[in-house]
């Protein structure tokens, strides 16, 4: 079994240009999950999917960011015209459908913009 | 809304002495509760998750944490640390957050520090 992978572990951007991150979920794992992590906080909730669809968007930051799950597997977070207080890293984490709370979380992708 | 406060920004403690990390909740309802250790620049590890029951819960790695109602509390504890336990360990807690929409709500952690 394999866990929560993401990709890539680290991204290092200009302001302004767009980047997007990929998460791959634990496979038989129905329900995903985005958040991020500032320095010396925890994660903070962005979005989440039930298998395709985009339960929960609300908390995504701006409408720079926006998140896809086209086929209920791996998912894509893009942010566009990255602003350098978009550094931090983002973390993927995935569930079972009867077991929602119970997330297990991929190492992250660490975002720097420059 | 719910929120979770971990007291403790750093602890530092010698390898073989015990260990209690503070976990404080607001929650209306039943919580459900989890501590995660994250090691630097990785992701976090699960150690152990409360739903219901017994309020004493194990986890792995030696961890166990004790679920308080009355006192809002859920600390997490060892009874003899290990070098290899210094990294930052974060208490949370589920609640929906919209329709059909759970997530995890963290603290801000607590960074450990261990004197071999």
Known sequence: ?114 | AQSVTQPDIHITVSEGASLELRCNYSYGATPYLFWYVQSPGQGLQLLLKYFSGDTLVQGIKGFEAEFKRSQSSFNLRKPSVHWSDAAEYFCAVGAQAGAGSYQLTFGKGTKLSVIP
């Open chain 1, 1 to 114: 079994d394999t866990g929560v992978s993401q990709n890539p572990r680290h991204k290092i951007t200009k302001r302004g240009q767009n980047v997007t991150f990929r998460c791959d979920p634990i496979s038989e794992h129905n329900r995903l999950y985005w958040y991020r992590q500032t320095l010396g906080q925890g994660p903070e909730f962005l979005t989440y999917f039930q298998n395709e669809a985009q339960l929960e968007k609300s908390r995504l930051l701006s409408d720079r960011f926006s998140a896809e799950r086209p086929k209920g597997s791996f998912s894509t977070l893009e942010i566009q015209r990255t602003e350098q207080g978009d550094s931090a890293m983002y973390l993927c984490a995935s569930s079972l459908a009867k077991a929602r709370y119970t997330q297990y979380f991929g190492p992250g992708t660490r975002l720097t913009v420059l």
